[in-house]
């Protein structure tokens, strides 16, 4: 499993038990990230490039952020999406 962050080319590790966000800052990259992983802030949002099909279901609070923001289909929050295979991914917020 791995995250292909497209702004700087990193292939990074990921787990299904860890959010990205925090497969993220275990690696040094930076995102942003106000609320501490509670989907309160949305500053952590990415792009799906590709790979979704990998990824978490979506949960309320996180859809209720990403409304709020007026994201579209392809936005995530770093803090509450996992993923179980390769995903290409932008960052928002550096």
Do not use: W
């Amino acid at each position: 499993m791995a995250l292909i962050v497209l702004s700087d080319g990193r292939r990074i590790a990921a787990s299904p038990a860890v959010s990205i966000l925090n497969c993220l800052l275990r690696e040094g990259v930076r995102i942003r990230h106000v609320c501490g992983g509670k989907a309160e802030c949305g500053t952590c949002m990415i792009r799906i490039v590709s790979g979704s099909e990998f990824l978490s279901p979506m949960q309320s609070r996180e859809r209720e952020r990403l409304e709020a923001k007026q994201a579209g289909p392809e936005m995530r929050l770093a803090c509450q999406t996992y993923t179980r295979g390769e995903v290409e991914i932008e960052i928002q917020n550096i």
